[in-house]
């Protein structure tokens, strides 16, 4: 059975719009909602992720970036790496703990597996023929299995190097112990 190509193209698309547009507007509440950069560090610190600030500005800046870049299908594997990244990295500081379902106390981890997932997809998928990949040339070298070992290798890798290196959730431990003693001298 042969692949319908406008399928695939039409897959691709509604994938990279999905996933591009949900990752700008995270990064952009990331930058300014709420409790802006100072905020989002605030709760990266709270989570173990150290220093707070470094990780908000890296987290909105690949959020914004990989949102734009999937928006018009440029180096789309890539840009899947970066989400696949930043939910790599909520679902084992944030999510993961909480069980599956998003609905749970604390928020489970349904929501960013599934943006995993799917920006698995669209970088097996690649740009497509509405992307500037296709326009420059480069959508076939980017899509099927290489397109998808980027987005999963780049995005997976990336994350567990991040982990490994800032996340201290024996420091968030400590930090809320050290809150409860103050509070109660």
Known sequence: MAVDAAGADI???????????????????????????????????????RPGRLHALMATGTELGAGVLLLLGLLTPLAAAGAVGTMAVAFVTAHLRNGF??????????????????????????????????????????????????????GGIGAALLLAVFWRPAAKAAKAQEARDESAA
């Open 101 to 154: 379902f998003i609905f749970r106390p604390g928020q489970g981890y349904e929501y960013v597996v599934m943006i995993i997932m799917v920006a698995c997809a669209a970088g097996a998928l690649g740009g497509g023929a509405v992307s500037l990949d296709r326009a420059l040339g480069v959508s076939d070298d980017l899509s099927g299995w290489t397109g998808f070992a980027i987005s999963a290798l780049a």
């Open 11 to 49: 897959a691709s698309l509604i994938l990279r719009v999905s996933v591009g547009g949900t990752l700008v507007a995270h990064g952009w509440n990331h930058a300014f909602g709420g409790g802006k950069i100072e905020g989002t560090a605030g709760w990266f610190e709270s989570m173990g992720l």
